[in-house]
């Protein structure tokens, strides 16, 4: 394990039911909300009216921004930003998925950014050196869908629409002031939903165990519950969707995935999301969806490059699919591990190929120049372990097929 530093200041309001106490967890934030949420309501009308009348009740008032689109843009956040200067909004509050969460984040510090937006956005391939912004308003989550941890991270991802580029914004000040986290409010989350946001979360938590630190069995250990708590979950939501219980433990999995504690001591890179905005950013992809392609393909890569490779994908089949190692070689497990992935997407209905996600083939080299454009470092290789250039993207992309 190696040295880490760890802050993680976010005050979580976990429970089912909690999403009917807004004002108490908000009333010393200010007098004047943001609510911020998707373009498209339809499944949120009756949750985001009852927050506003919970405010207006408690003395709140409320300006609406209903406008985000899964794969938030730049415009729109630029859009909300310039609502709060001119309203005087004390604090916002994301009503949604990642995409409204991460779009909360980064129009609460926006509002108070002196420069150009998108200079507080790190990664930029650009040339430019970016500017993190330092202070925020402050901000409430109430996430609706289990996947991302925004609710628990100083992450926001966003595209820019003109040089279609999707890069991200880390800095302490983004995270959140409060999460109000009710598992009822996900109940009556589609299956498919449910389930890319599950893959997502479950992205994180193998992306780590990947490419992190190799020595750090506690964190092995915690990585595998969470893989393997999941895969669970998601099994027991699909026969029972309604199930609060299953939904509540899916939700905390989610926040937990990706909110610092995991990754403490492990130095991880995540190789499947940089190679994953790219596929947002050109196809607009739901984000679960581009790792379920990179589920399926990096593994199937990867896990054939090296004896160190092999060992660490036999590993994980063992602890998390139970799979046997007697009389068989790394090499061999290795490859059961990948196809045990490969059918549990299958079984939940998540597709992991380019095809089936609807994004040509005949692609391939123009989305492997934008890999190396925008996912990978100075001298064009993949942050993994280990490292891949250029042509290993364009055959990871051709097992994609
Ligand atoms: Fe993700």
């Given at each position: 394990m190696q040295n880490f530093e760890l802050y993680n200041p976010v005050r979580v309001a976990f429970g089912i039911g909690e999403s009917k106490n807004i004002?108490?967890?908000v009333k010393k934030l200010g007098k004047k909300a943001l609510i911020v949420s998707y373009d498209d309501i339809t499944f949120l009308e009756s949750l985001l009216s009852d927050i506003e009348t919970q405010l207006t009740n408690g003395g709140i008032d409320v300006i609406k921004f209903y406008r985000v689109k899964a794969n938030p843009l730049l415009c729109?956040?630029?859009e909300a930003t310039e609502i709060c200067k001119k309203e005087g909004v004390d604090f916002c509050i994301g009503v949604g998925g990642g995409s409204v969460m991460d779009s909360t984040k980064a129009i609460a510090a926006g509002t108070l950014y002196k420069n150009d937006l998108w200079n507080m956005f790190v990664s930029r391939h650009d040339g430019f050196v970016s500017i993190p912004p330092e202070e925020s308003l402050p901000t409430v989550m109430i996430p609706t869908l289990p996947a991302t941890s925004s609710e628990m991270n100083c992450i926001a991802v966003a595209t820019n629409e003109v040089t279609q580029e999707k890069a991200y914004i880390v800095a302490p000040t983004l995270y959140p002031t409060v999460s109000i986290i009710d598992p009822s409010l996900t109940c009556t989350l589609?299956?498919?939903?449910?389930?890319v946001g599950a893959v997502d979360a479950m992205s994180h938590v193998l992306e780590a165990y990947?490419?992190?630190?190799?020595?750090?069995?506690l964190q092995d250990r915690l990585h595998e519950g969470l893989i393997v708590t999941i895969i669970d979950e998601l099994r027991e939501i699909i026969k029972d969707p309604l199930n609060v219980e299953h939904r509540a433990t899916m939700q905390w999995a989610a926040s937990l995935a990706w909110n610092g504690y995991l990754q403490s001591g492990l130095n991880a890179t995540?190789?499947?999301?940089?190679?994953?905005?790219?596929?947002?950013?050109?196809?607009?992809?739901?984000?679960?969806?581009?790792?379920?392609i990179f589920i399926d393909s990096y593994f199937r890569?990867?896990?054939?490059?090296?004896?160190?490779?092999?060992?660490?994908f036999a590993l994980l089949g063992e602890k998390v699919f139970g799979l046997s190692r007697d009389g068989k070689t790394n090499h061999q497990v290795a490859e059961e591990t990948a196809m045990c992935f490969i059918k549990f997407m299958d079984e939940v209905g998540v597709p992991h190929t380019l095809s089936a996600a609807n994004i040509p083939v005949?692609?391939?080299?123009k989305i492997a120049d934008e890999i190396v454009a925008h996912g990978c470092d100075s001298e064009g290789m993949l942050p993994s372990i280990p490292k891949i250039g250029r042509e290993g993207i364009?055959?990871?992309l051709k097992m994609a097929k």
């Open positions: 004002v108490k967890h729109h956040i630029k589609p299956i498919y939903q449910t389930a990947l490419n992190g630190d190799q020595n750090s069995p995540t190789p499947m999301h940089q190679m994953g905005h790219v596929l947002s950013a050109l196809y607009n992809t739901p984000h679960g969806v581009t790792l379920a890569y990867t896990c054939t490059l090296n004896e160190e490779r092999e060992a660490r005949s692609d391939i080299e364009v055959n990871i």
